[in-house]
Nanobody, 128 residues
Framework: QVQLVEAGGGSVQAGGSLRLSCVASNSDGNLCMGWFREIPGRQREGVAAIENDGRTTYATSVKGRFTISQDSAKNTLYLQMNSLKVDDTAMYYC???????????????????????WGQGTQVTVSL
């Protein structure tokens, strides 16, 4: 059973930056990992994902502002978030699945049901 623990959320002013991290334990290392976010009353949104070979995909809303990366030696996933907007306010969840990533459509979207393992979430709040 893969376990995921996020850290790095917090409050920041619009235009600022935050870096989220997620440590994966009980993993054989062959993980597809990513980030989702959720605003109460709205559908979960796939933010970004990364394959073992480093290939990445991003939601259109964050492309050019967020960067997903991983340190395989430390079993750690990161999400660097720059130029934050009020609309980025959400609970952010680290996710993982023990196989190759599955992305959908020309925009290579990530969907919640493709990921079995979810962290507890970390809150990001962006204010004006």
């Amino acid at each position: 059973q893969v376990q995921l623990v996020e850290a790095g959320g917090g409050s920041v002013q619009a235009g600022g930056s935050l870096r989220l991290s997620c440590v994966a334990s009980n993993s054989d290392g062959n993980l597809c990992m990513g980030w989702f976010r959720e605003i109460p009353g709205r559908q979960r949104e796939g933010v970004a994902a990364i394959e073992n070979d480093g290939r990445t995909t991003y939601a259109t809303s964050v492309k050019g502002r967020f960067t997903i990366s991983q340190d395989s030696a430390k079993n750690t996933l990161y999400l660097q978030m720059n130029s934050l907007k009020v609309d980025d306010t959400a609970m952010y969840y680290c996710v993982a699945e023990q196989r190759a990533c599955r992305w959908y459509g020309s925009r290579r979207q990530i969907v919640p049901y493709e990921y079995s393992y979810w962290g507890q979430g970390t809150q990001v709040t962006v204010s004006l």
